[in-house]
């Protein structure tokens, strides 16, 4: 069973308006951590939201938020005010497990595509 | 400001040759992975350390070892490179209680 499934394969946006990437994710360890990764045209991995699976509020950085809903298992990714440069391959990603032996997976990404 | 390099960044093998990918990180890092990309399949963990002397497998280790000597190091190795491990390779670290990876720049692999 996939892990992390992120279900929409490509996104388009208008410039300055919001956008939702879609993450569900599968696990029954109650430790966990739920991040999104940026991966422009250039190919390096960008890190841009982490969040705990204890944490109480939903983490922001900037533009971006994570819409974090434990019992659906959803961990969204929202772009406010999209800018072209917001083009890009999204990963979401989970680190699982305890003990020091903590796994990191990734789902198969999300292309954006923000429109001028 | 080094964070964690890779090399080469560039490589073309024939079948059945070996090679190793370098990965080094200078920031004390515990945890350290592998992770291939190919179009469509997103990342994929071939194996990770979170520690000196201490790895696992991850999704796809077949045809890749590795091995932790060092804090520092995290070398993977193709012991007989196939058309199949043509794919982009990137190296990770972190603190191995939370916090996000960090990659290094990636390595393009391919094997003819």
């Known amino acids: 069973a996939q892990k992390i499934t992120q279900t929409q394969p490509g996104m388009f946006v208008q410039e300055k308006e919001a956008v939702t990437l879609d993450c569900t994710y599968d696990?029954?360890?109650?430790?966990?951590?739920l991040f999104w990764y940026k991966q422009p045209s250039s190919g390096e991995m960008i890190f841009l939201i982490y969040q705990g699976s204890y944490d109480q509020q939903n983490a922001t950085e900037g533009r971006y938020s994570l819409n974090f809903q434990k019992a659906r298992k959803s961990a969204n990714l929202v772009i406010s005010a999209s800018q072209l440069g917001d083009s890009a391959m999204y990963f979401c990603a989970m680190r699982e497990g305890s003990g020091g032996y903590q796994k990191v997976t990734f789902g198969t990404g999300t292309k954006l595509q923000v429109i001028p | 400001n080094a964070g964690v390099t890779q090399t080469p960044k560039f490589q073309v093998l024939k079948t059945g040759q070996s090679m190793t990918l370098q990965c080094a990180q200078d920031m004390n890092h515990e945890y350290m992975s592998w992770y291939r990309q190919d179009p469509g399949m997103g990342l994929r963990l071939i194996h990770y350390?979170?520690?000196?002397?201490?790895?696992d497998q991850g999704e796809v280790p077949n045809g890749y070892n590795v091995s932790r000597s060092t804090t520092e190091d995290f070398p993977l190795r193709l012991l007989s490179a196939a058309p199949s491990q043509t794919s982009v390779y990137f190296c990770?670290?972190?603190?191995?209680?939370?916090?996000?990876?960090?990659f290094g720049e990636g390595s393009r692999l391919t094997v003819l």
């Open positions: 696990t029954s360890d109650p430790s966990y951590g």
């Open positions: 990770a670290s972190s603190y191995s209680l939370g916090g996000g990876l960090f």
């Open positions: 350390s979170v520690g000196a002397g201490i790895t």
